[in-house]
């Protein structure tokens, strides 16, 4: 049998499954219907969407295409950088007293409530 702790994760995972999955479903309701009642609301005003929407689908198709075109890939300053962004990060962590074995010291108190 599972550990009570171990179980209640799991079901933690399919509550937060079924919401997010209710969720989405009630967003994708939620746009349609906004979706609806816009072009609802463009027509009783006489403005056209379809030009305008078109305009923007073929904007942000250009933005992406730029900025995938403009992607290369790291070169060996990116990873020195990375290096010493990451010996900074550890000198601050052990200054703040943030160490990960540091941070273990209260869980495994806390394994032995």
């Known amino acids: 049998m599972l550990e009570s702790g171990v179980f209640g994760l799991y079901i933690l995972q399919f509550l937060l499954f079924v919401v997010g999955f209710w969720g989405y479903n009630r967003l994708s309701q939620l746009l349609a219907d906004s979706q609806g009642r816009l072009n609802d609301l463009a027509t009783s005003h006489g403005i056209e969407l379809d030009p305008i929407l078109e305009k923007m689908e073929a904007t942000i198709s250009e933005i992406v295409d730029d900025t995938l075109q403009n992607l290369e890939p790291p070169k060996a300053i990116d990873h020195l ?33």
Request: hydrophobic share 45%.
């Open 81 to 113: 950088f990375g290096a010493v962004a990451q010996m900074i990060q550890m000198r601050t962590m052990s200054s703040l007293n943030l160490m990960p074995e540091q941070l273990e010291q209260p869980i495994e108190s806390l394994e032995n409530v």
